[in-house]
C-alpha cells in the first residue's frame, strides 16, 4: 500500500475544515505563516460609505470600542461574502458584495458612482480597486486598519500545499522550495506570488476554503 499524501495548509482552518481534509486519509498538516494585527487609525463620522478589504479589516475595525454604534446604520459594501457575512455578525446591512475588488469597482461605477466611499483596508494591498475606483472619478479614502507579519519556518515537504494569500507565498518561500509539489489557490492573485509552473498550480474555482478542500479532494487517488 502506497504511502498517503502529505497536505499543508499555510493557515490554520476552523475545526469543521480541520476535520474534513483529515477526512480525506492524507496526512494533513496546518501552520499560519502570517499574522494580521490590528492598528491604530482615526475615524471621522462623516456622510460616508463603508467599503471593507477582507474579514481581517472587519475584525480590526470592530476591535476598537463602540463601533458597532458608530458603524450601525451606515451603508455598506464589501468584497467577499465571508466578509459580508462578517460584517452582517457585527450588525450592519451589507448593500452589496462581489468576490474580488475589479467586479466590486464596476458595480459601484453603475450604480452608486457618485458616492463617497471610505475603505477600511491593510497596509499591504493589492492597489486594483483604489486604481479603479480613481479611474471611474469615484471618492474613496483608504483607511489603513491592520497590517500583516510574515512568519516563516522550515517545514518540510510536502505533496499539496494551500495557499490563501500572496503575504503567504512569500512567508512559505523563505524558508521552504515546492519541488513536485501541487499548490492550490484561494484566487488567481496568491497564484500569481508562486514562481512555479502553472502545471502546478490550481485555482479554486470560488475564493472560498470549501472550494479549496474540493480541489485538494480532486487531487488525491480514487
Known sequence: MSNP???????VLSPIQKNRMIELGARYTERNFIETEAIPFTYSEAKHTLLFSSQNAVQSVFSKTDFERLLK???C?????????ALEEKGLKVT????????????????????????FCGKERRP???A????????????????????????GAFDIVLFYSPSGVRSFLQDNNLK????????????????ISKRQIIIATSPTIEHMIYQTKKQLPS
Open 180 to 195: 513536485q509539489t501541487v499548490c492550490i489557490c484561494i484566487g488567481p492573485t496568491t497564484a500569481a506570488a508562486l514562481p
Open 132 to 155: 479603479q475606483m480613481k479611474l471611474y472619478k469615484i471618492k474613496l479614502d483608504a483607511v489603513e486598519v491592520y497590517q500583516t507579519q510574515l512568519k516563516p519556518k522550515p517545514i
Open 77 to 85: 459594501y464589501c468584497v467577499g461574502e465571508k466578509t459580508k457575512i
Open 5 to 11: 499524501l502529505k497536505i499543508l495548509s499555510t493557515k
Open 128 to 130: 486594483d480597486l483604489e
Open 96 to 119: 452589496h458584495f462581489e468576490e474580488n475588488a475589479s467586479n466590486l469597482a464596476d458595480f459601484i461605477f453603475k450604480n452608486a458612482k457618485n458616492e463617497a466611499f471610505l475603505f
Open 73 to 75: 446604520n451606515k451603508k
